[in-house]
């Protein structure tokens, strides 16, 4: 493994190169660990003009967070003691081996820490590494896919069990947790992010808390999860009713959501614009009337982080790759009615290779539970 | 309620103003709930001269965030579309008012996020309210005392039910996961932090993340966990045997450690340095020869997040005042075989009133489970 990792931090430096940098300090825990391969607390990433350096705050604990590591090109620096910034060490470094530029990531970076890292390093021009590294994150490579396969598998297993419980007279919190708890049994580090569980009024807001409130016959129940499998996230988003026969207004509302969900997934192919994807799914249902209360994106990429570039957005720009995974989750809410949300994360690939492939293969027929 | 938020940004204004900075601007999430009595995603907090301003990035969802809301003295500003910086147009509202200067919180702030502000508001003068928030929230009022206690409760209820079951064979992350669905089946809003479960090798160790491992008869195993209720976060942590008979090592090695946790909660008196509480705890481990790879800190504050000042470790410079909660939770790990925490939350009290009002009260004797 420890070769991925190192021709991901070369990449990086090459770009630091032509930015004029001959040094960075990445900070922001996600890009640690697609640099270095594990992210201890607090640690971060010296690339520096000799050698690569993993600072961390203190000894860290292996058996998690350092899979992968050690890594023969990566040097390993604990700080001595407690309280202790690793940034303001690492800058000492740099600063050490004569850095002239050192560029850091001034979306992540404090002011305060950022006045810190100066003072130790007063001779070295501080240069703004900004989303480098989330730009190396956007295409993920066949180990990464794999292990985003495996996780959206998890979510799968844990949602299909679900269905097969009872669920009326439960509430949205405790199902949140059982689904939680699945997603641990079928071999998952954790969730991917906090599990939304909505009924009735709440079903098909997204990002829902799980509230006390109880699955009521006739009710929309929409549930979104993902596993995270070795730090990579997937999401799924499902939404179901309660009962044996659907209202029409729910079938009419469903029929919608999921048409639009499928021109947003249908639109992923590489060179497409990102906002050509949004538009595809926000289309359909502003041909409904829908246009008011949309959310504002209808997908996002995922990774190391359940949240990360591309935005699928009106407003967003730039283009689709191949193995770009991203989530296609639009959506109708209806204030004091509830809605419909439908949610899947997807690969882009090339036509000749069959098309976006979908990771989350749970039905989106309209299930009555 | 309201007035209490009320009083804390006229207690955090004079403090301002004592600095020069008539107009502030609070991002850091658990300081805004602390003066605006929620925090909804992305929001901050304008203390401006003619009005406080809380700025969200977009139609808060009320159910959970907005409990304490709407206060009559706090305008709410929704930023109308997505994508916006709430901070940035905080600042651009500050200008609006004439602000000669604004506090940022330096140490929350990113260089990125300064820079935009500053971009907005160039003729404002922007200055650092450093830790004023935290400092304000170190002391609590009896109304967030009593959200720590019911905390502690709900805690003691979940940890004392999970003692009752049987242990053997279940492996460290089932027993985390059950007691976090416990938290919640007794009314927590979620765990206080990740819920730490070690067996044989792992117990003792401060935050281990539950990994695979099994109970196995003649383990040490240590527990630690929290609940969040209302916003506020409390923690026990407590060491057990399994099976009939401890073995001496244990027992000496317990006691060894519950001497250290006695002599830290005994010298939880106002007035105390925080040094000397650390002090008390960490004689009693050196003074058995333990002085190697003992934890940073005995204990640290708690309140709308787990880990807050004030920190009570060597070098911590500072006296505790009367109704401030902190833990105590000292330790010893040795490395291959294991070892023992024992950590509870306490509010500082008088003598007058009894001294250090314990809040987590599961029994800290010696059970072979």
């Given at each position: ?25 990445v ?31 203190d ?10 590591l ?64 989330e ?33 009326v ?7 949140a ?24 009024p709440?079903?098909?807001r997204?990002?829902h ?45 469903y ?30 249902l ?20 359940i ?63």
């Amino acid at each position: 493994m420890s070769e991925v990792y190192a021709a991901r931090r070369t990449r990086l430096r090459e770009r630091c190169q032509a930015g004029g940098s001959a040094s960075a300090l990445v900070s922001r825990p996600a890009n640690v660990r697609y640099l270095a391969g594990a992210a201890p607390h607090g640690a971060v990433l010296l690339l520096g003009r000799h050698e690569d350096v993993l600072v961390c705050a203190d000894p860290p604990d292996g058996r998690t967070d350092l899979a992968g590591l050690p890594d023969q090109e990566l040097r390993l620096h604990a700080l001595p003691g407690p309280g202790g910034d690793p940034a303001v060490a690492a800058a000492g470094l740099a600063a050490a081996e004569g850095a002239d530029s050192l560029a850091l990531e001034e979306h992540h970076v404090t002011v305060a820490r950022h006045r810190a890292v100066r003072s130790v390093a007063p001779r070295v021009r501080l240069a703004d590494l900004g989303g480098a590294v989330e730009q190396l994150r956007i295409v993920k490579d066949e180990e990464e896919i794999s292990c985003l396969r495996i996780g959206a598998e998890i979510a799968d297993q844990a949602l299909g069990e679900l269905l097969e419980s009872i669920l009326v007279g439960r509430t949205e919190r405790h199902l949140a947790l059982e689904l939680e708890r699945r997603l641990v049994d079928h071999g998952a580090d954790g969730p991917a992010f906090p599990t939304s569980v909505g009924t009735g009024p709440n079903a098909g807001r997204r990002g829902h808390r799980p509230t006390d409130r109880r699955v009521e016959e006739g009710d929309f129940l929409s549930v979104c999860l993902g596993a995270n499998y070795r730090g990579y996230r997937c999401e799924i988003g499902r939404t179901f009713v309660i009962g044996t026969a659907p209202a029409d207004w729910q079938i009419e509302l469903y029929d919608l959501v999921f048409a639009a969900q499928r021109a947003g997934r249908e639109s992923l192919v590489p060179g497409a614009a990102y906002r050509d994807v949004d538009r595809a799914a926000r289309q359909v249902l502003g041909s409904a009337g829908y246009t008011q209360g949309l959310l504002p994106l209808t997908g996002h990429g995922v990774g190391l982080e359940i949240d990360e570039d591309p935005q699928l957005a009106p407003a967003a720009m730039g283009k689709l790759d191949a193995c770009v995974p991203v989530t296609v989750e639009p959506g109708v809410h209806l204030p004091g009615r509830g809605g419909v949300r439908i949610d899947d994360t997807l690969v882009v690939r090339p036509e000749a290779d069959g098309g976006p492939e979908l990771l989350t293969i749970t039905t989106k027929e309209l299930l009555a539970l």
